[in-house]
């Protein structure tokens, strides 16, 4: 069983900037890959990024393309989402997962989920 824990959401103003950490705990960070997904009220879940655990291969939403970068730290376990020009509409609970091996933007097919952080992005 891995648990992960998000930090880093909060109340920022349009144009600005947040970090998302995800920790990671419960079983090695090799061959783990890992995504962040996000759920606006009245929304289903949608994906925004993905990395593999070797940290050469990322992928990323449409929407968040160019302002938004993923990486990890596998010394440290933990996975980063920076947000920058932040929008209105990226405003959602936002949750890491994982899953082994290769990383997707479906998020059925991630194992693990962390309990969600709120970013919040005021106009």
């Known amino acids: 069983q891995v648990q992960l824990v998000e930090s880093g959401g909060g109340l920022v103003q349009a144009g600005g900037s947040l970090r998302l950490s995800c920790a990671a705990s419960g079983r090695t960070f090799s061959n783990y890959a890992m995504g962040w997904f996000r759920q606006a009220p009245g929304k289903e879940r949608e994906f925004v990024a993905a990395i593999n655990w070797s940290n050469r291969n990322t992928y990323y939403a449409n929407s968040v393309k160019g302002r938004f970068t993923i990486s990890r730290d596998n010394a440290k376990n933990t996975v980063y989402l920076q947000m920058n020009s932040l929008k209105p509409e990226d405003t959602a609970a936002y949750y890491c997962?994982?899953?082994?091996?290769?990383?997707?933007?479906?998020?059925?097919?991630?194992?693990?989920w962390g309990q969600g952080t709120q970013v919040t992005v005021s106009s």
């Open positions: 997962a994982g899953k082994p091996g290769y990383s997707s933007s479906y998020a059925g097919g991630y194992n693990d």
